[in-house]
């Protein structure tokens, strides 16, 4: 089952709906009961914070927060070496641009930007 629709599930059962039928429960339902509908929507708040956390990870790059090997690093040094741009490196190594800039920090091929410096 996907995020999407067990939050579309809980929401309607937060909201004391049966989620097949939209039929409103009874108030003698446990659907109805305070403390069970405030599960119900601190369920629906993760299942959001789920959702939002995967569709950032679908957007980044295949190798976003994956570990550097030495060939990839002699492969980013070439190419920065070369006048290829970040964004371009970026592309090439199937990473985003920030990490592109700590591993060249890293490497020693460039300065640390001003606003991340430690004080």
């Known amino acids: 089952m996907q995020t999407s629709e067990a939050l579309k599930i809980i929401q309607a059962l937060a909201d004391g709906a049966d989620p097949n039928t939209g039929e409103v429960f009874p108030e003698d339902s446990p659907y109805q009961h305070p403390q069970i509908v405030r599960a119900l929507l601190t369920a ?9 956390t995967d569709r950032r990870k679908r957007r980044l790059p295949s190798k976003a927060g994956k570990p550097w090997d030495n060939a990839e690093d002699n492969q980013l040094v070439q190419g920065f070496d070369a006048g290829i741009t ?3 490196l970026a592309r090439r190594h199937e990473r985003t641009e920030g990490s592109i800039r ?3 920090e890293k490497l020693g091929k460039i300065q640390p ?3 991340y410096q430690v004080r």
Do not use: D, S, T
């Not at 629906?44 to 939002?52: D, K, S």
């Open 102 to 104: 700590a591993r060249l």
């Open 113 to 115: 930007h001003e606003q």
């Open 86 to 88: 970040i964004a371009h």
């Open 44 to 52: 629906a708040r993760a299942l959001e914070r789920q959702e939002r």
